[in-house]
């Protein structure tokens, strides 16, 4: 039986893909259970290519599931990635077309065979089960195929499309590709936002860009489980012009920007487990949305956001340009507001920034030379971090912020912000961390980082020291 090859197989292969699966006992009575109710399955270890270029041998589960579509049956051949997390994370789920197949590229499925369900974006043990997969997988594909037979001609097309198939988890993506909506593709003049997260934050961001009219539509991704509650309950009571409530990721399709609120409500003890309950929840959501919206600008505000905004970098292959964290933009606007309006100091007010890692840790940078002398401009500073100090970040608050930056990149307006960026290059950090630094954002994200006139040795060695305890905390996490 090929249960019992299964259980074999664990016992005789090397010690290193032994060690490979953490929840091994669970994974093989599961798949037991898919192989009872699809025989046709069969499996083999082989080496799996994430989108950071990372290598690991893993579980490959393939075979064909029966579909049944206007009146004729199919049998659609699929590819299940067992990851060694399973079964507390979901599979990566790909169709494994033959030669005379093509893809239908379609609201569950991309043009390289990635398969995207709403049971893999909610995917929680023990509730979520592969059999539960399939069956959803399945009734989807019974309502649009995903795959379609192609002629002789067209066999030389399909062997360059299925080379380029073979290498979807090398994360290569064809970034000038338009989603189709409606039959018809969209025109790029279209200013829609997608806030994902319908807590506080993600309300307080929806209500805020509505009242800026920073964009033409506003999508509020409701990811709880369960009818709307709270604010999400008020939105769809009160109906907000151009404001849509959704639970479906393909609602968030051809979005400008996408706005990541979200954050895990686990149960970790350390700061690292609920670090990593953050990215757990993160993986099953950014590459959905860098499916729907593969021209966006990811906007993280998620914590610890310098993390979370590498993870999502990481997670959707995205340029490093269009991948950003809110960061210092907050303190920043703040902090320049006490100086001009408090302190009463014009000249330096908008040259000064809030830069590195938010919290206690964050620096402050300028790039106003001559004006004033050394010591008064630094016991300016001081007084307006004081001043700062006392303010708190309420949801609202950061909402506002949020909205100022989508404004930016909508508008083009090519204004400088202190948000998450990636770093490396930058004071001699050699990592890859994203620290917040001052940026000209515009229509693709972030187009330049503004460098101070004059180094500051301190201020360089505080950012070093950031980059380093946030580089250490990233080599812990499990992508």
Same mark, same amino acid.
């Given at each position: 039986?090929?249960?019992?090859?299964?259980?074999?197989?664990?016992?005789?292969?090397?010690?290193?893909?032994?060690?490979? =699966?953490?929840?091994?006992?669970?994974? &093989?009575?599961?798949?037991?259970?898919?192989?009872?109710?699809?025989?046709?399955?069969?499996?083999?270890?082989?080496?799996?290519?994430?989108?950071?270029?990372?290598?690991?041998?893993?579980?490959?589960?393939?075979?064909?599931?029966?579909?049944?579509?206007?009146?004729?049956?199919?049998?659609?051949?699929?590819?299940?990635?067992?990851?060694?997390?399973?079964?507390?994370?979901?599979?990566?789920?790909?169709?494994?077309?033959?030669?005379?197949?093509?893809?239908?590229?379609?609201?569950?499925?991309?043009? !390289?065979?990635?398969? =995207?369900?709403?049971?893999?974006?909610?995917?929680?043990?023990?509730?979520?089960?592969?059999?539960?997969?399939?069956?959803?997988?399945?009734?989807?594909?019974?309502?649009?195929?995903?795959? =379609?037979?192609?002629?002789?001609?067209?066999?030389?097309?399909?062997?360059?499309?299925?080379?380029?198939?073979?290498?979807?988890?090398?994360?290569?993506?064809?970034?000038?590709?338009?989603?189709?909506?409606?039959?018809?593709?969209?025109?790029?003049?279209?200013?829609?936002?997608?806030?994902?997260?319908?807590?506080?934050?993600?309300?307080?961001?929806?209500?805020?860009?509505?009242?800026?009219?920073? /964009?033409?539509?506003?999508?509020?991704?409701?990811?709880?489980?369960?009818?709307?509650?709270?604010?999400?309950?008020?939105?769809?009571?009160? /109906?907000?012009?151009?404001?849509?409530?959704?639970?479906?990721?393909?609602?968030?399709?051809?979005?400008?920007?996408?706005?990541?609120?979200?954050?895990?409500?686990?149960?970790?003890?350390? =700061?690292?487990?609920?670090?990593?309950?953050?990215?757990?929840?993160?993986?099953?959501?950014?590459?959905?949305?860098?499916?729907?919206?593969?021209?966006?600008?990811?906007?993280?505000?998620?914590?610890?956001?310098?993390?979370?905004?590498?993870?999502?970098?990481?997670?959707?292959?995205?340029?490093?340009?269009?991948?950003?964290?809110?960061?210092?933009?907050?303190?920043?606007?703040?902090?320049?507001? &006490?100086?001009?309006?408090?302190?009463?100091?014009?000249?330096?007010?908008?040259?000064?920034?809030?830069?590195?890692?938010?919290?206690?840790?964050?620096?402050?940078?300028?790039?106003?030379?001559?004006?004033?002398?050394?010591?008064?401009?630094?016991?300016?500073?001081?007084?307006?971090?004081?001043?700062?100090?006392?303010?708190?970040?309420?949801?609202?608050?950061?909402?506002?912020?949020?909205?100022?930056?989508?404004?930016? &990149?909508?508008?083009?307006?090519?204004?400088? !912000?202190?948000?998450?960026?990636?770093?490396?290059?930058?004071?001699?950090?050699?990592?890859?961390?994203?620290?917040?630094?001052?940026?000209?954002?515009?229509?693709?994200?972030?187009?330049?980082?503004?460098?101070?006139?004059?180094?500051?040795?301190?201020?360089?060695?505080?950012?070093?020291?950031?980059?380093?305890?946030?580089?250490?905390?990233?080599?812990?996490?499990?992508?």
């Amino acid at each position: 039986m090929i249960w019992r090859a299964i259980s074999k197989s664990w016992k005789c292969e090397q010690p290193q893909i032994r060690k490979i =699966y953490k929840f091994r006992d669970l994974t &093989i009575e599961e798949l037991k259970n898919v192989v009872k109710m699809y025989p046709n399955f069969r499996f083999s270890m082989d080496t799996y290519t994430f989108k950071d270029g990372s290598l690991k041998d893993l579980l490959n589960f393939s075979g064909t599931i029966p579909v049944k579509y206007r009146g004729n049956s199919y049998n659609i051949p699929i590819c299940l990635w067992i990851l060694d997390s399973h079964p507390f994370a979901p599979p990566i789920c790909l169709l494994k077309p033959t030669i005379n197949m093509e893809i239908s590229v379609g609201k569950h499925v991309d043009a !390289h065979g990635r398969i =995207y369900l709403p049971y893999l974006q909610n995917w929680s043990h023990p509730k979520s089960i592969i059999i539960g997969l399939i069956k959803e997988m399945i009734e989807k594909f019974e309502e649009e195929l995903p795959l =379609y037979s192609v002629s002789s001609s067209d066999e030389a097309k399909q062997l360059e499309l299925l080379s380029y198939i073979a290498k979807i988890t090398t994360g290569e993506t064809d970034v000038n590709s338009k989603t189709m909506v409606g039959g018809q593709k969209k025109d790029g003049g279209f200013n829609k936002v997608t806030v994902i997260g319908a807590g506080d934050l993600g309300i307080a961001c929806v209500l805020a860009i509505a009242a800026k009219g920073a /964009a033409d539509q506003v999508v509020l991704l409701d990811l709880s489980e369960g009818a709307a509650k709270g604010g999400t309950m008020d939105l769809d009571i009160f /109906a907000l012009p151009n404001v849509e409530i959704s639970k479906d990721f393909s609602a968030s399709a051809d979005s400008k920007v996408v706005v990541l609120t979200v954050n895990s409500l686990g149960n970790a003890q350390s =700061y690292l487990g609920v670090i990593q309950s953050n990215v757990d929840l993160f993986r099953g959501i950014v590459p959905a949305v860098a499916h729907y919206s593969q021209n966006s600008v990811l906007l993280v505000a998620s914590h610890p956001v310098e993390i979370m905004t590498y993870v999502s970098w990481k997670l959707s292959a995205f340029p490093k340009s269009r991948v950003i964290g809110t960061g210092c933009n907050l303190d920043t606007e703040r902090f320049q507001y &006490i100086i001009t309006n408090l302190l009463k100091a014009q000249t330096i007010g908008k040259e000064a920034w809030i830069i590195g890692e938010r919290g206690e840790d964050k620096v402050t940078c300028h790039q106003t030379e001559g004006v004033v002398n050394d010591n008064s401009q630094e016991q300016l500073v001081n007084r307006a971090m004081e001043v700062l100090k006392g303010k708190g970040q309420k949801s609202w608050s950061v909402g506002l912020s949020i909205a100022d930056l989508i404004e930016s &990149i909508l508008k083009n307006k090519r204004k400088v !912000h202190s948000v998450s960026t990636l770093a490396k290059g930058c004071c001699n950090i050699n990592s890859e961390v994203f620290l917040s630094m001052p940026c000209i954002l515009g229509t693709n994200g972030v187009t330049e980082i503004i460098k101070p006139l004059k180094e500051d040795k301190l201020v360089a060695k505080k950012l070093q020291n950031s980059a380093a305890s946030i580089h250490d905390l990233q080599q812990q996490l499990k992508l």
